[in-house]
């Protein structure tokens, strides 16, 4: 009991005196307006790709493509926790068959691309492919994927896991200006 008590201190303590947290936070730069209509300067988390390019682990063009990946991994509508799509009612002419049509399209170009994006990174069945898929289209933690997922079964260390991300960066970064280029 007392053991609980002096590590729950300790994490007060911590928390205090401004120690790091389990996850990256960051703070916005210059006051906005709150709802209130009152200056703030409100806490953000720090995605993995912002935060390994601030450390200097990453380029900004490798940063692009992992974004680039992400957004084209949400529109391909891979995640399978994924909620109703509510911003658009379907109603109108956005029930009408063209939009459906012309939506489909979308999510299967945008399929195709995260399916050619993970095969240069070697495919699915790859250390990079596996980190792609998981740490940036699912967005899950480097560590959490590191320790749960890991490669072939295995886990891999957090060092380990980062210098696949940043390779598997690297890979999809030289691809997309590859393609960019024909």
């Given at each position: 009991?007392?053991?609980?008590?002096?590590?729950?201190?300790?994490?007060?303590?911590?928390?205090?005196?401004?120690?790091?947290?389990?996850?990256?936070?960051?703070?916005v730069q210059f006051a906005i307006t709150d709802s209130f209509g009152q200056?703030?300067?409100?806490?953000?988390?720090?995605?993995?790709?912002?935060?390994?390019?601030?450390?200097?682990?990453?380029?900004?063009?490798?940063?692009?493509?992992?974004?680039?990946?992400?957004?084209?991994?949400?529109?391909?509508?891979?995640?399978?926790?994924?909620?109703?799509?509510?911003?658009?009612?379907?109603?109108?002419?956005?029930?009408?068959?063209?939009?459906?049509?012309?939506?489909?399209?979308?999510?299967?170009?945008?399929?195709?691309?995260?399916?050619?994006?993970?095969?240069?990174?070697?495919?699915?069945?790859?250390?990079?492919?596996?980190?792609?898929?998981?740490?940036?289209?699912?967005?899950?933690?480097?560590?959490?994927?590191?320790?749960?997922?890991?490669?072939?079964?295995?886990?891999?260390?957090?060092?380990?896991?980062?210098?696949?991300?940043?390779?598997?960066?690297?890979?999809?970064?030289?691809?997309?200006?590859?393609?960019t280029r024909s």
């Amino acid at each position: 009991m007392i053991t609980i008590f002096k590590d729950v201190m300790r994490r007060a303590r911590s928390r205090r005196t401004g120690a790091s947290t389990p996850w990256p936070i960051g703070r916005v730069q210059f006051a906005i307006t709150d709802s209130f209509g009152q200056p703030a300067r409100p806490h953000y988390a720090v995605d993995t790709l912002t935060a390994m390019e601030r450390r200097g682990s990453i380029t900004a063009g490798m940063r692009q493509a992992g974004e680039g990946f992400r957004a084209r991994f949400t529109t391909a509508q891979l995640d399978p926790l994924s909620a109703l799509e509510i911003s658009r009612p379907m109603t109108g002419h956005g029930s009408s068959r063209s939009f459906r049509e012309e939506r489909a399209l979308r999510i299967e170009r945008a399929r195709e691309d995260v399916r050619c994006a993970i095969l240069a990174v070697g495919g699915l069945q790859s250390a990079g492919g596996l980190c792609l898929w998981h740490v940036v289209g699912l967005q899950r933690s480097l560590k959490e994927w590191a320790l749960e997922q890991g490669w072939n079964g295995r886990r891999v260390s957090q060092e380990v896991a980062s210098g696949i991300l940043i390779a598997a960066l690297g890979v999809l970064a030289a691809h997309l200006t590859a393609a960019t280029r024909s």
